[in-house]
């Protein structure tokens, strides 16, 4: 495993210390000017003000906090399990590629305001509409990188493997799909914020619960203090889930040149 010393832990800190400052003073400045100024809440919530209505919320936060990550992450896999199958049909046949690239275009150029409704008439107020939303805007990235990191792989090593066996499953397994990697998890940081995105939408047109459903509430209700809740707790899961992509994209990486150090 990587070993954390107090020289790296450090060089860490101070790398992160300039982002990390910069936003306490923006949280300051903020602060000042709505006391300063007499800004009001409804047009302004103190970033205090803030805080006191998540705390307020309490549990029922959690909940709506909780059911946007669910939808997020079931629409996160099932996209990009999608994404996956696609890109090995197009780059495994010339043919699959001129049928489906058109509709991979298509499905990114419909607004997706305008797919949401349609698919809470279809399928009711659940989970469902949501999750489709959701693996619709982000199965793109992961589609397109996947197709160009397969397509990236050596051509001399997969002439070499072919020597050894003509299996194109294994030409998949030992060449292309390693080579794809680096291009998969650049795809998933991008689908991942844009699944974030899709979740907020789909809880706009119908829900009852959620962040986004928290945001429209607040709207609705002239709280603004409740949307900055709702986009601030979005904002932070949304960085949360892309650092969980980046980690694993990390130890995956780790996995690969210890693997290849040993050999």
Not at 45 to 59: D, T
Not at 130 to 159: E, M, W, Y
């Amino acid at each position: 495993m990587p070993v954390f010393s107090i020289r790296s832990i450090g060089r860490k800190a101070l790398y992160y210390a300039p982002p990390v400052l910069s936003f306490v003073a923006f949280i300051i400045a903020w602060q000042l000017y709505v006391d300063l100024f007499g800004v009001s809440a409804f047009i302004l919530p103190s970033p205090e003000r803030i805080v006191r209505a998540g705390i307020n919320l309490g549990p029922a936060l959690w909940g709506h906090t909780w059911t946007t990550t669910y939808e997020i992450l079931l629409g996160f896999l099932v996209g990009n399990a999608v994404a996956v199958g696609l890109a090995y049909l197009i780059v495994r046949w010339s043919v699959a590629e001129r049928i489906v690239y058109p509709f991979l275009i298509v499905s990114q150029t419909v607004p997706k305001l305008a797919v949401a409704p349609l698919l809470v008439i279809w399928f009711g107020t659940g989970i469902l509409p949501k999750v489709i939303v959701t693996a619709l805007v982000c199965f793109f990235p992961t589609a397109v990188n996947v197709v160009q990191g397969l397509r990236s792989a050596d051509p001399n090593a997969i002439d070499l493997v072919r020597l050894v066996t003509p299996s194109t499953s294994v030409i998949f397994r030992k060449v292309q799909f390693p080579s794809s990697i680096p291009y998969f998890f650049a795809g998933l940081k991008i689908s991942m914020a844009a699944a974030v995105i899709g979740a907020i939408v789909a809880e706009w047109v119908g829900a009852n619960s959620g962040l986004g459903y928290l945001i429209l509430y607040g709207g609705t209700s002239m709280r603004t203090d409740l949307m900055f809740v709702g986009v601030g707790v979005t904002v932070i899961l949304g960085m949360v889930l892309y650092g969980a992509v980046g980690l694993a994209e990390y130890l995956i990486s780790w996995r690969r040149t210890d693997v290849r150090t040993n050999t």
